[in-house]
């Protein structure tokens, strides 16, 4: 299974995107874009170590040009809530979030480990409300 990681790893290209919050804009290479409202994702990762569930705010984190070696390295850190300690990775918190790709190979969306889409993709708060899905 390592082995597996680390050939994909070895074999992931930095996405080009812009990403919209709250009236701000940043256009760069990234690693990562995560999104959020809980701190805990599957296994125990937190990449966003900074949400707050009832604060009605996204918290975003954004892990720009990450050489592979850090991504190895600060693997560990992403369990123990640390990732935000690296010089290339931004936390913020917004109520709406918006990304584009930059260029014509638009980006791959996952939620919660699940494939769901590619981009553009925007993410908005509704205050108040809840959603059922029944089959």
């Known amino acids: 299974y390592l082995w597996l990681v680390l050939v994909y790893l070895f074999k992931y290209k930095l996405k080009k995107a812009k990403v919209f ?11 990562t874009i995560n999104i959020g409202i809980c701190r805990y994702s599957g296994g125990g ?17 954004m892990a ?11 693997t560990p850190k992403i ?5 935000g300690q690296h ?31 590619e981009t553009p993709v925007e993410f908005f708060m509704m205050e108040l409300g809840l959603c059922f899905l029944c089959p």
Do not use: N, W
């Open 21 to 31: 919050f709250d009236g701000a804009e940043v256009e760069d290479l990234f690693y």
């Open 45 to 61: 990762m937190q990449f966003v170590p900074h949400a707050v569930s009832d604060d009605g705010r996204f918290a975003l984190t």
């Open 64 to 74: 720009r040009q990450v050489s592979k070696l850090d991504v190895l390295v600060y």
């Open 79 to 83: 369990f123990a809530g640390k990732l």
């Open 87 to 117: 010089d290339q990775v931004t936390e913020h918190f917004a109520k709406s979030i918006r990304v584009e790709s930059v260029g014509e190979e638009p980006t791959m969306v996952e939620v919660d480990g699940e494939y769901l889409g």
